[in-house]
């Protein structure tokens, strides 16, 4: 029989699931007297004092470049000069962890100077940086609680965030100032900014002369009010809150997940139980992930327990095309671990193709023999370093070729993906959760390496599948059970901010989590995902759409009579089918002098789908539609949807599932798979 990673517990027919690692009892602490995130710091700072902790490199100065693109307006061929710019930066230098708990220590001290008392909300509204994890634990060295926003999230999501917390404080980024001003004067409880960088132009005097009851004071100066004005720490206990994580609303507003330190807390020694056996103490991780996605915040605070380093990059200056005169963020820090979504993973695979299809057709044979050669011999278990020496390792330098483990989540990665990194570069280890949880559900350790599991449950929590019969998933199914996935443990969230009427009907009353996700227990105990049960499609950089709330928009563009938008989960935008209204693609014909086609030929024709596809994304951002949620392409379809032929409901719906089976080959066009 397998190795088996699950056990069942709990009343029989239950179908309760624990990892092997915690049968009898859910994990909630990875150390002693370890309960909040404050207290994880305090004991990186007795366990690793001087070892370097968070690493940042400093802009040096911004080459241009000019270079000559080619434009086609109106079918003529126009050459125009562009100026692109590119970063030149330091190395890393290093702050230890006697260091980053000082810094934190002065932080604190000066929100308290501003007037900030324990509990008080402070927004974080900013990009990742070492920085951000710094405010942070200035915060919880206080007992305050931090609000994150994503830093691309719209004025009127952050906005909704401010005003449901009612925040008095918010740090930012010098660059975002520029939003600030158009929110302050709609946010009444808001009276400081602390903002990180330098202000360009003339924002600052603007913002201050708009908003003369706010005070504005850079980071800087925070820390040296801190240090003026010194006070004792004043920590939070488990229970209190330490973090109201907004995540991207799929309809409607943002919704605030509240996340208490005893839930972050748990996660970490769940995935502690886990993973540590696999960590060494000269690793190093890159942290480039947004802080605001709570699968980079509970990484980012894991490998503080760790005593990992974390070098900070941002997604512009990963690689080495996006500097110049220096390496890119990968290659300079040399990272052994690494986090991504699948569309980072997505982009390091175009990369390493792009590399092996400019070789010659010799070295291409020798790439495609020698990637056969070790995906048989991993396997059956047998070492490939022969091979990794002959051929992959000159792909590893391209991520500075320490790199031993990464971990996906986020999104589900693509087999295709998984096996080509696993491969070519090192094992990418997949995981699954969600806000609600700290990002646990289930992780994927080395032994339990697969493609298609997201590996076994986390050590702080159990699931257990629930029959969704109408969609044919039940614990009956053969050979393996499958049903929507429940969680319960101690990394649950308590609910949502101010509101009600979701949390009930997201937590059971018994304390379950309905994720909405669809799972199926593989015969080794390991968890997959095979579907998720409403309209919601989570796409490969993570984000969610909602598919009826797209076609409610793209519906008003004047070619459109009905539309069924798709979204692939291993693709990071939607594309959609059309049934085109055909009067307005006759007129649409005459403009561009095709009258003498009929429909099924103007549905057929280049042009004609080009300017539908136009109208939408025109249409798109009118309603203001974040990019995720703007079509990639379209298949115009002749024939009508209707209830008589199968593909409406008798109250008009689409019938989402029998439209996308019948014109599934236009889907996979689309998508480029045919």
Same mark, same amino acid.
């Given at each position: 029989?397998?190795?088996?990673?699950?056990?069942?517990?709990?009343?029989?027919?239950?179908?309760?699931?624990?990892?092997?690692?915690?049968?009898?009892?859910?994990?909630?602490?990875?150390?002693?007297?370890?309960?909040?995130?404050?207290?994880?710091?305090?004991?990186?700072?007795?366990?690793?004092?001087?070892?370097?902790?968070?690493?940042?490199?400093?802009?040096?100065?911004?080459?241009?470049?000019?270079?000559?693109?080619?434009?086609?307006?109106?079918?003529?061929?126009?050459?125009?000069?562009?100026?692109?710019?590119?970063?030149?930066?330091?190395?890393?230098?290093?702050?230890?962890?006697?260091?980053?708990?000082?810094?934190?220590?002065?932080?604190?001290?000066?929100?308290?100077?501003?007037?900030?008392?324990?509990?008080?909300?402070?927004?974080?509204?900013?990009?990742?940086?070492?920085?951000?994890?710094?405010?942070?634990?200035?915060?919880?060295?206080?007992?305050?609680?931090?609000?994150?926003?994503?830093?691309?999230?719209?004025?009127?999501?952050?906005?909704?965030?401010?005003?449901?917390?009612?925040?008095?404080?918010?740090?930012?980024?010098?660059?975002?100032?520029?939003?600030?001003?158009?929110?302050?004067?709609?946010?009444?409880?808001?009276?400081?900014?602390?903002?990180?960088?330098?202000?360009?132009?003339?924002?600052?005097?603007?913002?201050?002369?708009?908003?003369?009851?706010?005070?504005?004071?850079?980071?800087?100066?925070?820390?040296?009010?801190?240090?003026?004005?010194?006070?004792?720490?004043?920590?939070?206990?488990?229970?209190?809150?330490?973090?109201?994580?907004?995540?991207?609303?799929?309809?409607?507003?943002?919704?605030?997940?509240?996340?208490?330190?005893?839930?972050?807390?748990?996660?970490?020694?769940?995935?502690?139980?886990?993973?540590?056996?696999?960590?060494?103490?000269?690793?190093?991780?890159?942290?480039?992930?947004?802080?605001?996605?709570?699968?980079?915040?509970?990484?980012?605070?894991?490998?503080?327990?760790?005593?990992?380093?974390?070098?900070?990059?941002?997604?512009?200056?990963?690689?080495?095309?996006?500097?110049?005169?220096?390496?890119?963020?990968?290659?300079?820090?040399?990272? !052994?671990?690494? @986090?991504?979504? =699948?569309?980072?993973?997505?982009? $390091? &695979?175009?990369? +390493?193709?792009? #590399?092996?299809?400019?070789?010659?057709?010799?070295?291409?044979?020798?790439?495609?023999?020698?990637?056969?050669?070790?995906?048989?011999?991993?396997?059956?278990?047998?070492?490939?370093?022969?091979?990794?020496?002959?051929?992959?390792?000159?792909?590893?330098?391209?991520?500075?070729?320490?790199?031993?483990?990464?971990?996906?989540?986020?999104?589900?990665?693509?087999?295709?993906?998984?096996?080509?990194?696993?491969?070519?570069?090192?094992?990418?280890?997949?995981?699954?959760?969600?806000?609600?949880?700290?990002?646990?559900?289930?992780?994927?350790?080395?032994?339990?390496?697969?493609?298609?599991?997201?590996?076994?449950?986390?050590?702080?929590?159990?699931?257990?599948?629930?029959?969704?019969?109408?969609?044919?998933?039940? !614990?009956?199914? @053969?050979?393996? =059970?499958?049903?929507?996935?429940? $969680? &319960?443990?101690? +990394?649950?969230? #308590?609910?949502?901010?101010?509101?009600?009427?979701?949390?009930?009907?997201?937590?059971?009353?018994?304390?379950?989590?309905?994720?909405?996700?669809?799972?199926?227990?593989?015969?080794?105990?390991?968890?997959?995902?095979?579907?998720?049960?409403?309209?919601?499609?989570?796409?490969?950089?993570?984000?969610?759409?909602?598919?009826?709330?797209?076609?409610?928009?793209?519906?008003?563009?004047?070619?459109?009579?009905?539309?069924?938008?798709?979204?692939?989960?291993?693709?990071?935008?939607?594309?959609?089918?059309?049934?085109?209204?055909?009067?307005?693609?006759?007129?649409?014909?005459?403009?561009?002098?095709?009258?003498?086609?009929?429909?099924?030929?103007?549905?057929?024709?280049?042009?004609?789908?080009?300017?539908?596809?136009?109208?939408?994304?025109?249409?798109?951002?009118?309603?203001?539609?974040?990019?995720?949620?703007?079509?990639?392409?379209?298949?115009?379809?002749?024939?009508?949807?209707?209830?008589?032929?199968?593909?409406?409901?008798?109250?008009?719906?689409?019938?989402?599932?029998?439209?996308?089976?019948?014109?599934?080959?236009?889907?996979?066009?689309?998508?480029?798979?045919?």
């Amino acid at each position: 029989m397998e190795k088996q990673y699950s056990v069942e517990v709990g009343p029989e027919g239950e179908g309760i699931r624990r990892s092997i690692l915690s049968p009898n009892e859910l994990l909630g602490t990875p150390a002693d007297k370890v309960n909040t995130l404050y207290d994880v710091l305090q004991y990186s700072v007795k366990t690793y004092g001087k070892k370097n902790a968070f690493g940042t490199r400093k802009i040096e100065k911004i080459v241009e470049e000019e270079k000559e693109i080619i434009k086609v307006v109106n079918g003529e061929e126009t050459k125009e000069k562009k100026t692109w710019k590119y970063f030149q930066l330091s190395g890393f230098s290093w702050l230890n962890y006697e260091e980053v708990a000082k810094e934190a220590g002065k932080i604190g001290s000066g929100l308290v100077k501003l007037g900030l008392q324990k509990d008080a909300k402070v927004t974080i509204f900013a990009s990742t940086s070492a920085n951000w994890m710094l405010v942070t634990q200035g915060c919880f060295a206080q007992g305050m609680t931090i609000v994150t926003a994503y830093d691309t999230l719209g004025e009127e999501g952050l906005l909704h965030s401010m005003n449901e917390t009612e925040v008095p404080a918010m740090y930012t980024n010098a660059d975002l100032l520029s939003m600030v001003k158009k929110i302050a004067g709609k946010c009444p409880t808001l009276e400081h900014v602390i903002y990180d960088g330098e202000a360009k132009g003339n924002i600052l005097d603007e913002l201050k002369a708009e908003y003369p009851n706010i005070k504005f004071c850079a980071l800087d100066e925070l820390k040296q009010l801190g240090e003026d004005n010194p006070v004792d720490p004043n920590p939070p206990s488990s229970d209190d809150l330490c973090c109201i994580m907004y995540t991207s609303g799929s309809t409607g507003n943002p919704k605030g997940v509240l996340l208490t330190h005893s839930n972050l807390v748990a996660a970490i020694s769940g995935i502690n139980a886990m993973l540590q056996p696999i960590i060494r103490p000269d690793d190093v991780l890159l942290a480039y992930l947004p802080l605001a996605h709570v699968l980079e915040f509970t990484v980012e605070n894991v490998c503080i327990f760790w005593g990992i380093p974390m070098g900070y990059g941002t997604p512009r200056t990963l690689t080495d095309s996006s500097v110049r005169n220096c390496f890119g963020d990968i290659r300079e820090l040399k990272p !052994s671990v690494m @986090t991504g979504v =699948p569309a980072v993973w997505e982009s $390091i &695979r175009k990369g +390493v193709l792009a #590399k092996v299809h400019s070789g010659s057709p010799a070295a291409q044979k020798v790439f495609n023999a020698a990637f056969k050669a070790k995906g048989w011999l991993m396997d059956k278990g047998l070492p490939t370093k022969f091979l990794d020496a002959a051929v992959f390792n000159k792909i590893k330098q391209q991520t500075g070729g320490r790199l031993r483990y990464a971990l996906s989540g986020g999104a589900p990665i693509s087999k295709e993906t998984q096996e080509f990194l696993s491969i070519a570069l090192c094992p990418i280890l997949q995981g699954y959760g969600m806000t609600e949880t700290c990002g646990m559900c289930a992780v994927m350790p080395p032994e339990q390496f697969a493609y298609g599991s997201v590996g076994s449950p986390v050590p702080c929590l159990e699931i257990k599948l629930v029959d969704v019969p109408e969609a044919g998933y039940t !614990s009956k199914n @053969t050979p393996n =059970p499958q049903g929507e996935i429940w $969680i &319960r443990g101690p +990394v649950i969230t #308590k609910g949502y901010y101010k509101n009600e009427k979701v949390t009930k009907e997201t937590l059971t009353d018994d304390g379950w989590l309905q994720t909405g996700d669809i799972g199926e227990w593989l015969q080794n105990g390991t968890l997959a995902i095979i579907d998720r049960k409403k309209n919601l499609v989570k796409l490969s950089n993570g984000e969610y759409i909602a598919l009826e709330k797209l076609e409610s928009v793209y519906k008003s563009t004047l070619y459109v009579s009905n539309i069924c938008v798709y979204g692939d989960s291993y693709q990071s935008r939607p594309v959609a089918l059309i049934f085109p209204a055909e009067p307005r693609l006759q007129e649409l014909a005459k403009e561009k002098n095709l009258e003498n086609l009929d429909f099924e030929q103007l549905c057929s024709n280049k042009e004609i789908k080009s300017a539908v596809l136009q109208a939408c994304i025109a249409q798109a951002k009118k309603a203001d539609l974040k990019p995720a949620e703007i079509l990639t392409d379209i298949a115009l379809v002749p024939d009508e949807w209707t209830a008589q032929n199968g593909l409406l409901t008798a109250a008009q719906k689409i019938k989402r599932k029998d439209i996308q089976q019948k014109y599934q080959k236009e889907i996979d066009r689309m998508y480029g798979k045919s």
